[in-house]
C-alpha cells in the first residue's frame, strides 16, 4: 500500500471510529444491542487505523515507518526523499 493511500485509511478510520462513538453516545441508550454494535465499530476502526498506521505507513524508498507528521508529510523524514517522485527533497530557493 502506498503511503498515501495508507494515511487516508488512517484519517478516515479514526473520523469513522469517533463518529462511531459519538452516534453511540448520543442515540443510543447504554446497554442495548445497538450501542454495543456502534461500540465495536469504533473499537474495530480504531485499531483498523492503528493496524494501517504501523504497517503500511512506510517510506516506499527506504522502508522505514512514518508517523511523525504523517498527516502533511511530502516527503520521508528518515531519507529525505520524495514519496511520489523519490527525488531527494530540498528546500525551497528563493
Ligand atoms: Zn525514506
Known amino acids: 500500500m502506498h503511503i498515501k493511500t495508507a494515511r487516508k485509511v488512517v484519517?478516515?478510520?479514526?473520523i469513522l471510529?469517533?463518529?462511531c462513538?459519538?452516534?453511540g453516545l448520543v442515540f443510543f441508550e447504554p446497554g442495548t444491542v445497538a450501542s454495543l454494535y456502534v461500540t465495536f465499530a469504533a473499537f474495530g476502526l480504531m485499531l483498523v487505523s492503528v493496524i494501517v498506521l504501523f504497517t503500511a505507513c512506510r517510506c516506499p524508498w527506504c522502508n522505514k515507518r512514518v508517523?511523525?507528521?504523517l498527516m502533511k508529510?511530502?516527503?520521508c523524514p528518515h531519507c529525505k526523499k520524495d514519496f511520489d517522485t523519490g527525488l531527494k527533497y530540498r528546500k525551497k530557493k528563493r
Do not use: F, K, P, R
Not at 11 to 14: D, E, G, I, K, Q
Open 67 to 69: 508517523t511523525h507528521g
Open 73 to 75: 508529510a511530502e516527503y
Open 17 to 19: 471510529s469517533v463518529a
Open 21 to 23: 462513538a459519538v452516534i
Open 11 to 14: 484519517l478516515w478510520s479514526m
